[in-house]
Nanobody
Framework: QVQMVESGGGLVQAGGSLRLSCAAS????????MGWFRQAPGKEREFVSG???????RYADSVKCRFTITRDNAKNTVYLQMNSLKPEDTAVYYC??????????????WGQGTQVTVSS
C-alpha cells in the first residue's frame, strides 16, 4: 500500500521560511517522480513543484526563486523548502507520487496534506 505522510506545516510571518517533508512508502521511492501541490480556500488544487526520479525539477511561476524541491532517496523523503513566504502562499500543501519517473504525472497517490498559514 502506497502511503505518503506530510509534515512541517505551520504558521509563519510573511518573509519567513518553512520546510515541508513527505515520507513515502509502499513502492520503490527512487523510481518515481514526486510533486507538491496546494489548495487554498475556495480555489482549485494547483501544482507547486515537481522532481523527477533523476532529480530534475519544475516550479510554478508563482514560487520560482523562493521554493526548492529536493529528494533523499535513502530516506524515501521529498522536501519543499519555502523561503520568502507570502500571505498568498497560505494553503493546504499536498505531497503526491507520480505514476512514472517524471514530474508531469499523472499523480496517483496523495498525502493527507499539511496546513501552511502565512500572516501579513
Amino acid at each position: 500500500q502506497v502511503q505518503m505522510v506530510e509534515s512541517g506545516g505551520g504558521l509563519v510571518q510573511a518573509g519567513g521560511s518553512l520546510r515541508l517533508s513527505c515520507a513515502a512508502s509502499g513502492r520503490t521511492f527512487s523510481s518515481y517522480g514526486m510533486g507538491w501541490f496546494r489548495q487554498a480556500p475556495g480555489k482549485e488544487r494547483e501544482f507547486v513543484s515537481g522532481i523527477t526520479s533523476s532529480g530534475s525539477t519544475r516550479y510554478a511561476d508563482s514560487v520560482k526563486c523562493r521554493f526548492t524541491i529536493t529528494r533523499d532517496n535513502a530516506k524515501n523523503t521529498v522536501y519543499l523548502q519555502m523561503n520568502s513566504l507570502k500571505p498568498e502562499d497560505t494553503a493546504v500543501y499536498y505531497c503526491s507520487q507520480s505514476r512514472n519517473c517524471l514530474y508531469w504525472g499523472p499523480y496517483d497517490y496523495w498525502g493527507q496534506g499539511t496546513q501552511v498559514t502565512v500572516s501579513s
